[in-house]
């Protein structure tokens, strides 16, 4: 034992010339004494010394034997019997267990050993070993001998005991023992009691969000650590068991996929380790990945609200469809109903959503030729070109139709429709028109409901990149949008169909002006078409205006020559014709009907004319 001499050192100094009182003089003057005296002691060291006085024999302990559950070493990882060493604890006079160390922690001076003793391990050939105390190598009785430093000696008799077990450090393998204690926890090794050492496995699967455009799902972690079972089927019910994800985190190691987004992994690779491989009997364990049977809401085949997933991080009704795919394992490629080893784990973002929009027949002037047809629902992702699109099929292959009731307005409607396809990604729906028989020619589609004042209000749903979720267009937004080749009606649009064709107009221009025909030689008059719907100018209230046909929207003007000279005297025909092809939507055949000319210039001297127009 070391002793070592105090010093009390001066915490401070006295104000330079001022001295303390006769009282604090006899103080100073006192521990100034005492440090003297304490700095003149000496240090003295005291001395243990543990001597053996007598060893186990050889017959003093069991032999031990040592199963290797490896399927013959088949990973070829075993230690060889040269080298294989059990591990030793002892205690001294019934006190407490330690174990026997060497290195930096050694406890090998506590029992008067300067070495690791080692034991006799015989390879038995038959994925055995034997493992025995050989005599002379662990102490039975010692001595520890104390010296207090100034020639004085204590000395003490004590008694060692000792116990062997399986060694932990052997890479690759558990070791357990089993023995009359605990054998019912172990009913594969039977009667066999002893040392095992099982090959250890691992067990890995892939997790692979498939959320979309989501970008995130606050709580998915948890959820899935608390909402899947880790299953142990050793085929014996004793040792078969149940655990959560989340019990067996140490376990545990995540490794999210390189080629991923980092701000926004979705998808890595779990690892459980430190598994047996075998049964103590060598047969196999079967490990697997399902959902936990435990708890409200649980068993559903989803994760949502109800499993951790904050609230509002899904939209409202949707949540994470479970499934498993164990493709790529062997003997279990067509299970689907839990995850094996090398399987993945998808969840997937899922819901439903409607379709609804209208169908309207704009031929008030001839409703009895509206054509046959149907309506099919067709699809495509979020973000991509319409032009991607493809029918909506049911589970017998037919796409999804509704027939033309010949209604003047008709509502179509689909109802829970998927609203994600596989990947997560929402699809965009919409409905293509078709149709048949003698008069299909006769109409034209217009996008969008026709107001009374002959405007039309389109729809057209399409991605906001920043939000990532669907946003409808309307109006101007719509129109800018919808591109040329477009023929889709949307969620929530209408389908107008307009009578399409042609009308002829005629019109004659009389000259008044026989006796000055000769002075209207330069003379030119230009004509105007101009154009309401029928029936609007017959309330006074609000009489409808006549509109003019601008020159741009006519497909053509062809006009016939003048002749060179009259017909008879104070008559000539001029003839003219248009077609409505790019005309504003609420002028139709079915409603232009009301149509006259303005005249300023027309280079034709004549005294008389006619005028004829097919719009």
């Not at 230690?79 to 026997?100: H, K």
């Not at 598994?275 to 559903?300: A, F, P």
């Not at 994470?320 to 299970?335: L, R």
């Not at 609804?356 to 629902?377: I, M, N």
Request: proline share 5%.
């Amino acid at each position: 034992m070391l002793y070592r001499g105090k010093r009390v050192r001066e915490r401070g100094r006295l104000p330079k010339g001022k001295f303390p009182k006769k009282g604090g003089r006899r103080l100073v003057s006192g521990l100034l004494a005492l440090v003297l005296c304490l700095t003149l002691v000496p240090v003295i060291y005291a001395d243990t010394v543990v001597t053996v006085t007598s060893w186990y024999a050889a017959g003093a302990f069991e032999e031990n034997t040592l199963y290797w559950v490896d399927n013959n070493n088949e990973d070829g990882v075993r230690p060889g019997a040269n080298t294989y060493q059990p591990s030793l604890w002892f205690r001294i006079d019934n006190g407490e267990w330690i174990e026997l160390k060497g290195g930096e922690d050694s406890t090998l001076s506590g029992v008067g050993l300067s070495a690791m003793p080692k034991m006799t391990v015989a390879d038995n050939g038959n994925n055995t070993y034997t493992v025995s105390v050989p005599t002379g190598v662990l102490p039975e009785a010692i001595e520890t001998t104390t010296s207090d430093g100034y020639g004085g000696e204590t000395s003490t008799e004590s008694r060692v005991e000792w116990i062997m077990g399986p060694s932990e450090g052997v890479d690759g393998y558990s070791p357990v023992e089993v023995n009359n204690g605990n054998v019912s926890e172990y009913p594969s090794a039977g009667d066999n009691y002893g040392w095992y050492y099982v090959l250890e496995d691992e067990f890995n699967f892939r997790v692979q969000l498939r959320w979309g455009n989501l970008g995130g799902a606050e709580g998915i972690a948890e959820a899935i650590y608390n909402s899947f079972d880790f299953v142990v089927d050793t085929n014996y019910t004793a040792s078969s068991l149940r655990r959560l994800l989340a019990e067996m985190k140490d376990q545990m190691k995540i490794e999210e996929d390189p080629d991923g987004d980092p701000d926004n992994p979705t998808s890595g690779t779990v690892t459980v380790s430190g598994l047996w491989k075998y049964n103590l009997d060598g047969s196999r364990i079967n490990y697997s990945v399902e959902e936990t049977r435990e708890g409200d809401g649980k068993g559903d085949g989803r994760l949502d609200a109800a499993d951790g997933i904050a609230a509002g991080a899904l939209p409202e009704g949707d949540y994470f469809q479970i499934s498993y795919d164990n493709s790529s394992t062997p003997n279990v490629g067509t299970e689907v109903g839990k995850l094996y080893d090398g399987g993945s784990l998808y969840l997937t973002l899922t819901g439903v959503k409607d379709y609804q929009a209208s169908k309207v027949w704009e031929d008030a002037a001839d409703p009895d030729h509206r054509p046959a047809g149907e309506l099919q629902l067709w699809r495509y992702r979020a973000g991509q070109s319409y032009t991607t699109a493809a029918p909506v099929r049911d589970d017998g292959g037919s796409i999804l139709t509704v027939p033309l009731n010949g209604q003047e307005k008709q509502d179509i409607q689909f109802a829970e429709l998927p609203k994600y396809d596989s990947e997560g990604y929402e699809y965009i729906y919409v409905v293509r028109e078709y149709l048949t028989g003698e008069h299909a020619g006769d109409y034209t589609q217009v996008f969008g409901a026709v107001g009374e004042d002959g405007g039309v209000t389109d729809i057209i749903w399409a991605l906001d990149e920043d939000s990532g979720t669907l946003k409808k267009l309307t109006s101007e937004d719509a129109d800018f949008a919808r591109e040329t080749n477009n023929t889709y009606l949307y969620n929530g649009g209408t389908l107008s169909n307009k009578l399409s064709g042609t009308v002829t107009v005629n019109a004659t221009k009389i000259w008044k002006a026989a006796a000055f025909q000769s002075a209207l030689e330069d003379v030119r008059v230009e004509l105007m078409l101009q154009a309401r719907p029928v029936g609007s100018g017959k309330t006074r209230r609000s009489p409808r205006r006549w509109e003019r046909r601008k020159r741009e929207n006519l497909r053509r003007r062809t006009w016939a020559a003048c002749p060179s000279a009259p017909a008879r005297p104070n008559t000539i025909t001029r003839a003219g014709s248009w077609s409505t092809a790019g005309w504003s939507r609420r002028f139709t055949r079915a409603r232009i009907k009301q149509i006259f000319w303005t005249t300023t210039r027309l280079p034709c001297p004549a005294a008389a004319g006619e005028m004829q127009s097919t719009v």
